[in-house]
């Protein structure tokens, strides 16, 4: 299956350089006019600010990046699932429970699809989820400080890949495994798949007021690879949907054995239905053991819990609740459209997109017409459920978005191209290339009820000749199109880093009054924090010293620190005292073991330092503060133990 992806991809890729020319590829070429119209576009002067904050998830960084659109310049990565040397996420004190895990510390991930927290299907602002894809887990990001809030990890799942999308008032974050693995996880033959792996759905609660995930329960699922998913919305609100492949349960993805069935599932889930099946009583508590990391902007530190069980749903048990809709050729994406009447499967393996109908969807449920069943769970008939099919001419379907007025936009991976249609009449109004073979797209506020369609973003998997070349490694690209018209213009091209999988954009307007400013010193709860310089000190505890610093343009207290025996460990703990914005300090040590620290105002934040040889060693300020950042030093005297 791969292989032929990958073939196919090839084959046209020369194809699609030769096309790739002119006003088709957005460069200025031979119509000046239209390039300089474009460059107006996009042009933010300096010292204006975009339009819209579009978050990209970061690939295998395992971080989130943040740009401005339309201007595609890149403000800031956000550390998430990765250590992150530059703040020293992950490597602090306060921030290495973060990265804890049932699995030990796990400082690295893949993260593919974030989603912005909603209200009323209208994206609110206040969050940004994202799930981390290699060791399950799912983030919380506070958009109020756009810092990781929170990390949840997810038992008995294998590849968290159909996360983290968002019900429409966040009641819930759902997260889907792509592998299905033994339940409990256990030693047995890998051949033995069929019909004993199991595909563990997570539907992870969101506290309304605080934004704290729980999982409330699992659904343990046929041995399916469950791939996407989306939330149903408005009357569909109440259901989530699954993309499903390799159906044929096979333990060797070779194209032989997973592409056997011509039609996989769409497995549509009544959430609704299934929190009433656990009110009653229903569900089962099994052992697991997962981790639960918050972050406290009081205290500026993280804590891990381990959780030890985790509730399962058999949905065999619940009638009524969970039903498969047979979808052509390996659905990838499957998206719900912003009136919540159409579920969109972008079979991959098609020319064709499958649009079914959720009224349709519930008449034949009512009506039990089913047509078979698939483990217990029935089976909808294809033609009782389809509302159309979009004959797309594109090759390779992969993610579908909205504009709010009606359109769908689909990408189309093997032929490299954005395709709009009408959502109703399912027919084609414009395609226009992408450069090159392009994953998902993203308009923002396309996953909710309410989209913003100005901008459309394609995330490209090749980039090849977009840019400067940088060597055998370049950076992915994105693209910009302008969506504002009947016809799709691309307008930009800007690189992105890690491998964005999805991106989720929000309004300025909506996000950057909330944006806080400063921690307030007088606020800081950190149990080493350092209030008043007066207290800064040094506190010897058998061969741990504790060093309680304070920092202030441009100097540390204390600055010469005695007393430090080699074989010791020294905690730094460091408060700046900075109460204006964007004013932070660095902090870095002679043959420090890990990563430096930027501790923002009002901030505390810890080093560990382990000296090994005897001698008087410097630390000094690595982020320039002032005029006097190159006086800001100290020096730590380390004699024999
Ligand atoms: S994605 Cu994760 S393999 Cu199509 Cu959402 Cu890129
Ligand atoms: Cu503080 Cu440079």
């Known amino acids: 299956m791969k292989k032929y992806f990958y073939y196919l991809a090839a084959a046209l890729g020369p194809i699609l350089l030769l096309s790739g020319c002119g006003d088709q590829n957005g460069k200025a070429s031979s119509n000046g006019a239209l390039a300089s119209n474009n460059a107006e576009k996009v042009y933010v002067a300096p010292g204006e600010h975009d339009e819209f904050y579009a978050f990209m998830s970061g690939g295998y960084s395992g971080n989130v990046t943040v740009y401005g659109l339309p201007s595609g310049r890149m403000f800031k990565e956000i550390p998430v699932f990765s250590q992150f040397p530059t703040n020293g996420y992950g490597y602090s004190e306060e921030t290495k429970p973060m990265l804890e895990t049932s699995f030990g510390f796990i400082p690295t991930d893949d993260s593919h699809h974030p989603d912005i927290s909603q209200t009323n299907g209208e994206l609110d602002g206040r969050w940004l989820f994202i799930n981390g894809n290699n060791t399950p887990r799912i983030a919380r990001i506070d958009l109020k400080t756009f810092e990781t809030a929170e990390i949840i990890e997810v038992p008995?799942?294998?590849?968290?890949?159909?996360?983290?999308?968002?019900?429409?008032?966040?009641?819930?974050?759902?997260?889907?495994?792509?592998f299905s693995v033994p339940i409990p996880q256990r030693d047995m033959p890998i051949k033995d798949y069929k019909g004993n792996f199991k595909g563990a759905l997570s539907f992870i609660s969101v506290e309304p007021e605080t934004g704290r995930m729980d999982i409330k329960f699992q659904l343990i699922?046929?041995?399916?690879?469950?791939?996407?998913?989306?939330?149903?919305?408005?009357?569909?609100?109440?259901?989530?949907?699954?993309?499903?492949?390799?159906?044929?349960?096979?333990?060797?993805?070779?194209e032989v054995n997973a592409s056997q069935n011509d039609k996989d599932f769409i497995a549509a889930v009544n959430w609704k239905k299934i929190e009433e099946y656990i009110e009653n009583g229903g569900g089962t508590m099994v052992p697991a053991n997962y981790t639960h990391n918050v972050y406290s902007d009081e205290t500026h530190s993280a804590t891990s819990t381990m959780k030890k069980e985790v509730l399962t749903i058999d949905p065999t048990k619940v009638p009524g609740a969970i039903?498969?809709?047979?979808?052509?050729?390996?659905?990838?994406?499957?998206?719900?459209?912003?009136?919540?009447?159409?579920?969109?499967?972008?079979?991959?393996?098609?020319?064709?997109?499958?649009?079914?109908?959720?009224?349709?969807?519930?008449?034949?449920?009512?009506?039990?017409?089913?047509?078979?069943?698939?483990?217990?769970?029935?089976?909808?008939?294809?033609?009782?459920?389809?509302?159309?099919?979009?004959?797309?001419?594109?090759?390779?379907?992969?993610?579908?978005?909205?504009?709010?007025?009606?359109?769908?936009?689909?990408?189309?991976?093997?032929?490299?191209?954005?395709?709009?249609?009408?959502?109703?009449?399912?027919?084609?109004?414009?395609?226009?290339?992408?450069?090159?073979?392009?994953?998902?797209?993203?308009?923002?506020?396309?996953?909710?009820?309410?989209?913003?369609?100005?901008?459309?973003?394609?995330?490209?998997?090749?980039?090849?000749?977009?840019?400067?070349?940088?060597?055998?490694?370049?950076?992915?690209?994105?693209?910009?199109?302008?969506?504002?018209?009947?016809?799709?213009?691309?307008?930009?091209?800007?690189?992105?880093?890690?491998?964005?999988?999805?991106?989720?954009?929000?309004?300025?307007?909506?996000?950057?009054?909330?944006?806080?400013?400063?921690?307030?010193?007088?606020?800081?709860?950190?149990?080493?924090?350092?209030?008043?310089?007066?207290?800064?000190?040094v506190v010897r505890e058998g061969n741990e010293v504790h060093v309680y610093m304070a920092m202030i343009r441009s100097h540390f207290t204390p600055d010469n620190i005695e007393g430090i025996k080699v074989g010791d460990k020294v905690y730094f703990h460091i408060t700046n005292h900075e109460q204006d914005f964007d004013v932070p300090h660095g902090f870095m040590m002679i043959g420090q073991q890990n990563s430096g620290l930027l501790i923002m105002p009002g901030q505390t934040k810890t080093s560990v330092w382990e000296p090994k040889q005897e001698g008087v060693w410097p630390f000094y300020c690595t982020d320039f503060c002032s005029a006097l950042h190159q006086e800001m030093q100290g020096y730590v005297r380390v004699s024999p133990a």
């Open 156 to 178: 008995n799942s294998a590849g968290n890949h159909s996360s983290s999308y968002i019900t429409e008032n966040s009641e819930y974050v759902v997260a889907g495994t792509r």
């Open 221 to 254: 699922m046929p041995g399916f690879n469950y791939d996407l998913s989306h939330p149903g919305r408005g009357k569909s609100h109440g259901w989530f949907f699954f993309t499903t492949y390799n159906t044929e349960e096979a333990n060797s993805l070779l």
């Open 323 to 537: 039903f498969f809709m047979p979808t052509p050729k390996s659905p990838h994406g499957v998206d719900v459209n912003p009136t919540g009447d159409y579920i969109i499967g972008n079979g991959k393996l098609s020319a064709d997109l499958t649009v079914f109908s959720f009224d349709k969807m519930i008449a034949a449920i009512d009506g039990k017409k089913y047509d078979g069943e698939a483990y217990g769970i029935p089976i909808l008939k294809f033609e009782d459920v389809l509302a159309g099919q979009v004959k797309s001419g594109g090759l390779g379907p992969l993610h579908t978005e909205f504009d709010g007025k009606g359109n769908a936009y689909t990408t189309f991976f093997i032929s490299s191209e954005v395709v709009k249609w009408k959502v109703g009449t399912w027919e084609v109004i414009d395609r226009k290339p992408t450069f090159y073979s392009v994953g998902h797209c993203m308009i923002p506020g396309g996953n909710s009820a309410k989209p913003f369609g100005k901008y459309l973003v394609s995330m490209n998997k090749i980039t090849k000749d977009r840019y400067l070349p940088t060597g055998p490694e370049l950076e992915h690209s994105a693209q910009l199109y302008d969506i504002s018209g009947d016809k799709m213009e691309l307008i930009y091209d800007f690189p992105t880093h890690g491998e964005p999988h999805y991106a989720a954009a929000i309004p300025a307007s909506i996000l950057a009054p909330k944006s806080q400013k400063i921690y307030k010193l007088a606020e800081n709860e950190h149990p080493f924090a350092t209030k008043n310089v007066s207290d800064a000190r």
